[in-house]
């Protein structure tokens, strides 16, 4: 939200008394007070439509474990290193299997055959 401090807005309220002066500054109040007013309406009105937009799903989401501050890279580095992986289960060698075709050797300066299909 908006990081205004007591002070700032004591001196912002003496600022707009001394510029808008004590005749106009009832006025501006009120209609400051209007905007705020209609500002949340607004709001409160988008969040309703959000609502039945989305449906009685939605509704029971916990907002804020979604919130991207929450998530410090070195904590969920650290429990990553600290975490212990089950041991994976031991690999058993599989049997080689014989060729479907026999290898059949060339002769000294035979050439190789050629598949036109192939390429």
């Not at 509704?59 to 979604?66: Q, V």
């Not at 212990?84 to 050797?105: G, I, S």
């Amino acid at each position: 939200m908006i990081d205004i401090s007591v002070e700032k807005v004591v001196l912002l309220l003496i600022i707009a008394a001394l510029v808008l002066g004590p005749t106009k500054l009832p006025e501006y109040a009120r209609k400051l007070g209007r905007l705020i007013r209609e500002l949340r309406r607004m709001a409160s009105g988008a969040q309703e439509k959000i609502r039945q937009e989305l449906g009685p799903e939605f509704e029971d989401i916990d907002w804020r474990k979604m919130d991207p501050r929450q998530y410090d890279p070195r904590r969920i580095i650290r429990e990553a290193l600290l975490e212990e992986d089950p041991l994976p289960e031991p690999v058993t060698p599989v049997q080689a299997q014989p060729p479907a075709r026999p290898v059949v050797r060339l002769a000294a300066g035979q050439q190789a055959p050629f598949d036109d299909e192939s390429t």
